[in-house]
């Protein structure tokens, strides 16, 4: 992910993840809502909602997934 990202920065491009709200799932996982703008350098900007899914284990995220709708989150396996 940070590969990701510091790719997305080196051609200029800004994504910034804004958390509205987590929920823990009976299963031990944990649903977080919120919005993600992202900025291109020739001033193009977007503000979209996302959901993120997080498996969380021994206190470290094993598995983390972005999606587009609530749905989709919650259907996405909790396996390792």
Same mark, same amino acid.
């Given at each position: 992910? /940070? #590969?990701?990202?510091?790719?997305?920065?080196? @051609?200029? +491009?800004?994504?910034?993840?804004?958390?509205?709200?987590? *929920?823990a799932l009976?299963?031990?996982?944990?649903?977080?809502?919120?919005?993600? /703008? #992202?900025?291109?350098?020739?001033?193009?900007? @977007?503000? +979209?909602?996302?959901?993120?899914?997080?498996?969380?284990? *021994?206190?470290?995220?094993?598995?983390?997934?972005?999606?587009?709708t609530r749905?989709?989150?919650?259907?996405?396996?909790?396996?390792?």
């Amino acid at each position: 992910m /940070r #590969v990701h990202l510091e790719a997305l920065a080196g @051609a200029g +491009v800004v994504a910034e993840a804004y958390p509205l709200a987590y *929920e823990a799932l009976d299963d031990g996982r944990v649903l977080m809502s919120g919005a993600l /703008r #992202v900025r291109r350098p020739d001033h193009w900007l @977007a503000t +979209v909602q996302r959901w993120w899914i997080y498996v969380v284990d *021994e206190h470290l995220i094993r598995r983390a997934q972005a999606c587009t709708t609530r749905e989709e989150a919650i259907a996405t396996p909790g396996a390792r």
